[in-house]
């Protein structure tokens, strides 16, 4: 069964912190990754996609890397900042057709 | 350039009654993806639509739910005789034509509650 984990479910880490979040999938034969951010009551922002192709994808303080042969990605964040708190989801598109299986997402608090 | 627009935000419907939701994609978009997040689970895929096509059905429920993407106007996800199981966000989705790679543009999502 194709499945995305995301662990921890929440973290709370203090300004100026570098964030890592994580995500794990089961089958390597991914077509592409996508890094959403979520606010409360509010839809998903595209962050960044990395192609099955690419090892990482880079925009501002933001960094994504993909581990195929492991079924890992890594959302980096730099310098984190308050107005980073948000829900972060991960989700992989293992069909031709663009269908996106979604992890639990990670929720994330920056305290000043 | 405007982003994906779903209307309404939010819809409050009795059990029996039909809901309606409203996406009209991003301009020079025309691929239209509906999804549920119901109440502390994660986004769920329910359909793929190109113009006046269903691509993609699997994630829809087998009955009272429907979903069209006409040539003409917004893509609409038709739920009939609603149940209090119904109450979720469904958001929406688009992405422009070119293939797999192409990222997708969620809207804001309805809130759907069934009282």
């Known amino acids: 069964k194709q499945e995305v984990t995301q662990i921890p479910a929440a973290l709370s880490v203090p300004e100026g912190e570098n964030l890592v979040l994580n995500c794990s999938f089961t089958d390597s034969a991914i077509y592409n990754l996508q890094w959403f951010r979520q606010d409360p009551g509010k839809g998903l922002t595209s962050l960044l996609l990395i192609q099955s192709s690419q090892r990482e994808q880079t925009s501002g303080r933001l960094n994504a890397s993909l581990d195929k042969s492991s079924g890992r990605s890594t959302l980096y964040i730099a310098a984190s900042q308050p107005g980073d708190s948000a829900t972060y989801l991960c989700?992989?598109?293992?069909?031709?057709?663009?269908?996106?299986?979604f992890g639990g997402g990670t929720r994330v608090l920056v305290k000043p | 350039n405007a982003g994906v627009m779903q209307n309404p935000r939010h819809l409050v419907r009795r059990r029996g009654q039909e809901a309606r939701l409203r996406c009209s994609p991003m301009?020079?978009?025309?691929?239209v993806y509906w999804y549920r997040q119901l109440p502390e689970e994660g986004l769920k895929f329910m359909v793929y639509l190109q113009k006046e096509n269903i691509i993609d059905e699997s994630g829809m429920p087998k009955e009272r739910f429907s979903a069209e993407f006409p040539k003409e106007g917004p893509s609409i996800l038709r739920i009939q005789q609603v149940v209090r199981g119904d109450s979720a966000a469904y958001f929406c989705?688009?992405?422009?034509?070119?293939?797999?790679?192409?990222?997708?543009?969620f809207g804001d999502g309805t809130r759907l509650s069934i009282l």
């Open positions: 301009k020079g978009h025309s691929h």
């Open positions: 989705a688009s992405s422009p034509p070119g293939g797999v790679n192409q990222p997708q543009h």
């Open positions: 989700a992989v598109n293992w069909s031709a057709g663009n269908k996106l299986t």
